[in-house]
T-cell receptor
Framework: GESVGLHLPTLSVQEGDNSIINCAYS??????FIWYKQESGKGPQFIID?????DKRQGQRVTVLLNKTVKHLSLQIAATQPGDSAVYFC?????FGTGTSLTVIP | SQTIHQWPATLVQPVGSPLSLECTVE??????LYWYRQAAGRGLQLLFY??????ISSEVPQNLSASRPQDRQFILSSKKLLLSDSGFYLC????????????FGPGTRLLVL
């Protein structure tokens, strides 16, 4: 069942600022997490993943941090752009949180 | 490269009518396949997953069923739709290994009236 949840349903940021989207999970045995981006009317798109043997992973303009002690992960988007506006989900393998809707203000 | 197709894109069906949604994957062999449902403004709920032809696992009790008649074909069905079956249905595939990311199709928006 559902074992992940996002902290805030909505987030607004100014273009060019950094965005941080948070997610908590409850299952201590969870060992693989994925962040997805979903634009309106489309299927989720893979952004970045992290395994439990890591605490940080970086991609292009995105960084995921994993804190296993408090069962928390975050997605950081650097220099947020209007095209980043979407709903962001964290997933514990197959189980998705409720999503954070990110709005980028030009 | 791999691609995933779903159809139809949108569907309006009366309560009590049957349902068949199809998903096909190209460019990969023996994928794991998944059906999700997303209610408006909500996260994705895993309905079914399959690790091979004829192998279906159900995550939640429901009015729906799934079948995998071919390696890269996954079908979601219902004999009699309920109002509560309305939603956005997403098919996804992943490589047949542990801890693999899923790649989603474009989805089917179903409205049951």
């Amino acid at each position: 069942g559902e074992s992940v949840g996002l902290h805030l349903p909505t987030l607004s940021v100014q273009e060019g600022d950094n965005s941080i989207i948070n997610c908590a999970y409850s299952n201590s045995a969870s060992d693989y997490f994925i962040w997805y981006k979903q634009e309106s009317g489309k299927g989720p798109q893979f952004i970045i993943d992290i395994r439990s043997n890591m605490d940080k992973r970086q991609g292009q303009r995105v960084t995921v941090l994993l804190n296993k002690t408090v069962k928390h992960l975050s997605l950081q988007i650097a220099a947020t752009q209007p095209g980043d506006s979407a709903v962001y989900f964290c997933a514990d393998q197959f189980y998705f949180g409720t999503g954070t809707s990110l709005t980028v203000i030009p | 490269s791999q691609t995933i197709h779903q159809w139809p894109a949108t569907l309006v069906q009366p309560v009590g009518s049957p349902l068949s949604l199809e998903c096909t994957v190209e460019g990969t062999s023996n994928p794991n396949l998944y059906w999700y449902r997303q209610a408006a403004g909500r996260g994705l709920q895993l309905l079914f997953y399959s690790v091979g032809i004829g192998q279906i696992s159900s995550e939640v009790p429901q009015n729906l069923s799934a079948s995998r008649p071919q390696d890269r074909q996954f079908i979601l069905s219902s004999k009699k739709l309920l109002l509560s079956d309305s939603g956005f249905y997403l098919c996804a595939w992943s490589r047949p290994m542990y801890q693999e990311t899923q790649y989603f199709g474009p989805g089917t928006r179903l409205l049951v009236l």
